[in-house]
């Protein structure tokens, strides 16, 4: 999400990135080569490019030439139509109202899947709301929310998009039951050692309208894939 860096470096950065796309949207080619100045101003544009991804995905658009203009009364001395706190309460009320339009499409779209998704063979929900389907049932204990459990997973989002996983990290995971979400809590109980359950997490019960960490957006539904190997004694 929007990083706090000085308004003066961010403007910078960000006009530094745009002042060789003449204005255009389309990918600008690397510049030739010619010197240290080209080389850094180069890597800056890439840094801040990355850093502005996300904003991006909220659907802020940018004017390039205005971008620029901005960067240029700055560096050159000129008096500049904004002053810097004018400039950032502009920005956050832009940033502010795409969070808000973005955290209600968000809504929208769990709404439907967890609806959708309910009535599909297979499908079981809880009083809470917790949506799970068991992909093989396991014969050992159920946890209780004082244990601590051995658990593989992965989760991602309802569009695929992986942010978890004890796969890729190679081993399995070892956590209390009551340290984490309450999905995770609630949905652990209903598994037995060895088995194996797909868990979709409506946002209530996990992060909400805040979302987390940049990589859960506000309102998202999480599948998790979950194996509990064993409770921890």
Do not use: H
Request: glycine share 12%; with cysteine; charged share 20%.
């Amino acid at each position: 999400m929007f990083k706090k860096i000085t308004m003066v470096l961010l403007l910078g950065l960000i006009a530094v990135f745009f002042c060789n796309a003449g204005g255009k949207s389309e990918k600008a080619e690397v510049p030739e080569a010619s010197g240290a100045e080209a080389d850094t101003s180069y890597a800056f544009g890439v840094w801040i490019g990355s850093e502005l991804a996300e904003i991006k995905q909220l659907g802020i658009a940018f004017d390039y030439d205005a971008l620029t203009m901005g960067l240029k009364d700055i560096l050159e001395g000129q008096n500049p139509k904004l002053t810097l706190e004018e400039a950032s309460s502009k920005i956050q009320a832009v940033y502010a109202a795409a969070m808000a339009k973005k955290a209600e499409e968000n809504n929208l779209k769990e709404q439907q899947f967890l609806a959708e998704n309910g009535k599909k063979a297979g499908i079981l929900t809880t009083v809470s709301g917790l949506q799970y389907e068991v992909i093989s049932e396991g014969a050992g204990a159920s946890p209780v929310p004082s244990d601590r459990v051995l658990v593989n997973y992965e989760g991602a989002l309802i569009d695929g998009t992986v942010f978890d996983s004890s796969y890729t990290s190679g081993e399995p995971v070892e956590f209390g039951l009551s340290d984490v979400i309450p999905g995770w809590t609630e949905g652990l109980q209903l598994m037995k050692e060895g088995g194996s359950y797909r868990l979709f997490i409506p946002s209530d019960l996990a992060y909400g309208e805040q979302g987390a960490g940049g990589f859960i957006p506000p309102y998202a539904t999480l599948i998790f894939k979950v194996e509990l190997i064993s409770i921890v004694k």
